[in-house]
């Protein structure tokens, strides 16, 4: 009785843990989107002021901006659009990959929970039982007593 009762804490504490991983995943997958976004974000501001920068270094050097130095600022600016955008990307990729790995962990403690309770259950002999054969003294089972001549 002991052990079934054992296996009962055993089975709770694997559903909670899982349960509390998966929540953990979910806080972790969602800092890890936000650092993604900030660091996008961080990205776009180093753009933009390099890409000032630019234009202020051909500005001062007489420079006009058509042309080559347009095209220069422009590929600047795409260049860090896209470096922005593979932030973003990784950031989203490793936010879904712990969310994997929080369901994941849910699944385990479920299946284990589910594994303790039926260990436990079978400690307890609660296994089915088979319906009983039927009694000796009746024919066909119908209740009709045996008189021994068939008529």
Known sequence: MWA??????AAMSSFIGGQRAKKEAKR?????????????????????????????????????LEGSPLMVIKETREEGARDAANIRK?????????RRQGRSAFFQGVTQAVGYGLQGASQLNWAPK???PPQTGQVGGFGTPKTGNIA
């Open 90 to 98: 990784f950031g989203a990729a490793r936010a879904d990959a712990l």
């Open 130 to 132: 088979a319906a009983p």
């Open 28 to 64: 972790q997958a969602l800092i890890a989107r936000q650092e993604a976004e900030e660091a996008a974000l961080a990205k776009e501001r180093e753009v933009q002021k390099f890409a000032s920068e630019q234009e202020l270094g051909f500005l001062s050097s007489g420079v006009t």
């Open 4 to 9: 079934a009762a054992a296996l009962a804490v």
